[in-house]
């Protein structure tokens, strides 16, 4: 069974641009949650679709946004970048919710300048 | 706010040496598991604790989950270099949103 994806990989933007972020989960699991790493901050929970739903979200901007698509697969967007976004994206994917087992992606390294 | 702290923050350990790692709630946890992160890896599940007091072993590694459900630890007996990352604990908080709160991790270097 195919592992958690993301794409891209890595991602050079300048400030006040956007971007968005893409994640597969694993085939058959509904859950799909996004944390921010980094250094200084460690792993920061941004937020857990389930089902199409956001069902949690952590305190980060509302520049900051995500969704879920009917397959699972789920997208997160990020608006008016600033340097602080610099970090590593990783994305979760859980069978049900996110209190189960959580299987990461290979995440989205996005520095900003 | 609700918190899950770990220490230590560093490690540097001789191989061979024991380590341990410790995750404490501030408030009770439902199940705690513990990811490990390699260098420039992502995190991968290790165990997930449920029952108050409850011992998981996985060969050299021991985890514990304590009785008031609000701690945790990670002892790994006689390092190796393959035991180089990150441990991460994670607690799930019984509140109506069901949280899954990460700890900051503990990184764990072993000199051969």
Same mark, same amino acid.
């Given at each position: ?8 990989? #890595?991602?050079?933007?300048? +400030? ?13 699991? !509904? ?17 857990? #679709?389930?089902? %199409?739903?956001? !069902? ?6 509302? +520049? ?8 699972? !697969?789920? %997208? ?12 590593? #994206? ?6 049900? !919710?996110?209190? %189960?087992?959580? #299987?990461?992606?290979?995440?989205? +390294?996005?520095?900003?300048? | 706010? &609700? @918190?899950?702290?770990?220490?230590? @923050?560093? &490690?540097?350990? &001789? ?5 341990? $790692? ?10 705690? @598991? ?17 029952? *108050?007091?409850?011992?998981?072993? &996985?060969?050299?590694?021991?985890? @514990?989950?304590?009785? =008031? /459900?609000?701690? *945790? *630890?990670?002892?790994?007996? =006689? $390092?190796? $270099? ?7 604990? =994670? ?7 069901? /949280? ?8 764990? *270097?072993?000199?051969?």
């Amino acid at each position: 069974k195919a592992g958690v994806t993301q794409t891209p990989r #890595y991602l050079i933007k300048t +400030r006040g641009q956007q971007v968005t972020l893409s994640c597969s989960p694993i085939s058959g699991h !509904r859950s799909v949650s996004w944390y921010q790493q980094t250094p200084g901050q460690g792993l920061q929970f941004l937020f857990e #679709y389930f089902s %199409e739903t956001q !069902r949690n979200k952590g305190n980060f901007p509302g +520049r900051f946004s995500g969704r879920q698509f009917s397959n699972s !697969r789920s %997208e997160m967007n990020v608006s008016t970048l600033e340097l602080g976004d610099s970090a590593l #994206y990783l994305c979760a994917s859980s069978l049900l !919710r996110q209190q %189960e087992t959580q #299987y990461f992606g290979p995440g989205t +390294r996005l520095l900003v300048l | 706010g &609700q @918190q899950v702290m770990q220490i230590p @923050q560093y &490690q540097h350990v &001789q191989e061979g040496e024991d380590f341990t $790692t410790y995750c404490n709630s501030s408030t009770t946890l439902s199940n705690i @598991q513990w990811y490990k992160q390699r260098p420039g890896g992502h995190p991968v599940f290790l165990i997930q604790l449920v029952k *108050s007091g409850e011992v998981k072993k &996985q060969k050299r590694l021991t985890f @514990q989950f304590g009785e =008031a /459900k609000k701690n *945790s *630890s990670l002892h790994i007996t =006689a $390092t190796q $270099t393959t035991d180089v990352g990150t441990y991460f604990c =994670a607690g799930r908080v019984e509140t109506s949103y069901d /949280k899954v709160i990460f700890g900051p991790g503990t990184s764990l *270097s072993v000199i051969p």
